[in-house]
């Protein structure tokens, strides 16, 4: 009984850990299938490759600020990469 426990225990640690690290993935997935090749893996809406803050997903570049304004102007509780056909590089 007690190695179940610790068994449960331990897979929920794993997927609670390694969740944050993939969890935005498929936003490359869809900009890349929508046809925004310059959309390579999360440094191109991040400075960082991998965001420190995952569940933040902060500091942006020019690329995820423009997606956040997008989000906050359409009221949206997620990020739509269809937006990016709006994006100006600057």
């Given at each position: 009984?007690?190695?179940?426990?610790?068994?449960?225990?331990?897979?929920a640690?794993?997927?609670?850990?390694?969740?944050?690290?993939?969890?935005?993935?498929?936003?490359?997935?869809?900009?890349?299938?929508?046809?925004?090749?310059?959309?390579?893996?999360?440094?191109?809406?991040?400075?960082?490759?991998?965001?420190?803050?995952?569940?933040?997903?902060?500091?942006?570049?020019?690329?995820?600020?423009?997606?956040?304004?997008?989000?906050a102007?359409?009221?949206?509780?997620?990020?739509?990469?269809?937006?990016?056909k709006?994006?100006?590089?600057?």
């Amino acid at each position: 009984m007690r190695r179940t426990h610790l068994s449960l225990l331990a897979a929920a640690a794993i997927l609670v850990v390694g969740s944050p690290a993939n969890a935005k993935m498929p936003f490359v997935k869809k900009a890349k299938d929508a046809g925004f090749a310059y959309i390579q893996n999360c440094a191109s809406c991040h400075v960082d490759k991998m965001p420190k803050a995952a569940s933040k997903g902060e500091p942006f570049n020019e690329v995820g600020k423009f997606l956040m304004v997008q989000k906050a102007k359409n009221k949206a509780t997620e990020v739509d990469v269809a937006w990016l056909k709006d994006y100006k590089a600057k």
